[in-house]
């Protein structure tokens, strides 16, 4: 399963138990770090269920997502070989437009790792939040949210107030 957090990952490792904190990298990972209030961890139900009820003790908000698989967590091990059989010989040339990576948060101008890169995104957490941070950084203030529901574009408004940018 998926669980929404409302707070950032360092908060949210500091308000769940001990026990809870070393299932960490075991049975629950830190799906995507989306923006300074707003992470996605991912993992086994009982776990995630522990979470969301210190989260409420907390009163932090915290919702599970309604997906059938819990990506960027050992679940994706059972694909990997398959992944990068499928994916094997898979380049790049450079870009044409700037390409902003969600899985390292900086800009791309190709990419050489082939199938290992989209092992780490499927694998390995999403950094939105630093993405997004590199192309203020670089000078962008316009972005399009594609899809059916509108859910990074509140992210985006919070990293843009952070670092006092008009967008």
């Given at each position: 399963r998926m669980l929404a957090v409302g707070v950032d990952a360092e908060t949210?490792?500091?308000?769940v138990d001990e026990k809870t904190h070393d299932?960490?990298?075991?049975?629950?990972?830190?799906?995507?770090?989306?923006?300074?209030?707003?992470?996605t961890i991912a993992g086994d139900s009982d776990v995630l269920d522990d979470i969301a009820r210190q989260l409420?003790?907390?009163?932090?908000f915290n919702r599970h997502l309604s997906v059938q698989v819990p990506y960027h967590t050992h679940y994706m091990e059972a694909i990997k070989d398959d992944l990068f059989s499928a994916l094997h010989g898979l380049s790049s040339k450079a870009a044409a437009l700037?390409?902003?990576?969600?899985?390292?948060?900086?800009?791309?101008?190709?990419?050489?790792a082939g199938a290992a890169y989209w092992w780490?995104?499927?694998?390995?957490?999403?950094l939105f939040?630093?993405?997004?941070?590199?192309m203020l950084d670089d000078g962008y203030t316009h972005f399009v949210e594609l899809g059916p529901?509108?859910?990074?574009?509140?992210?985006?408004?919070?990293?843009?107030?952070?670092?006092r940018v008009s967008i």
């Amino acid at each position: 399963r998926m669980l929404a957090v409302g707070v950032d990952a360092e908060t949210l490792m500091h308000t769940v138990d001990e026990k809870t904190h070393d299932e960490f990298g075991q049975r629950v990972s830190v799906a995507a770090i989306n923006g300074p209030s707003a992470v996605t961890i991912a993992g086994d139900s009982d776990v995630l269920d522990d979470i969301a009820r210190q989260l409420d003790e907390a009163e932090i908000f915290n919702r599970h997502l309604s997906v059938q698989v819990p990506y960027h967590t050992h679940y994706m091990e059972a694909i990997k070989d398959d992944l990068f059989s499928a994916l094997h010989g898979l380049s790049s040339k450079a870009a044409a437009l700037p390409l902003y990576s969600t899985v390292t948060g900086e800009r791309l101008d190709g990419y050489d790792a082939g199938a290992a890169y989209w092992w780490q995104n499927t694998r390995a957490t999403v950094l939105f939040e630093p993405a997004i941070r590199r192309m203020l950084d670089d000078g962008y203030t316009h972005f399009v949210e594609l899809g059916p529901h509108p859910i990074l574009a509140a992210s985006i408004l919070e990293i843009a107030g952070s670092q006092r940018v008009s967008i």
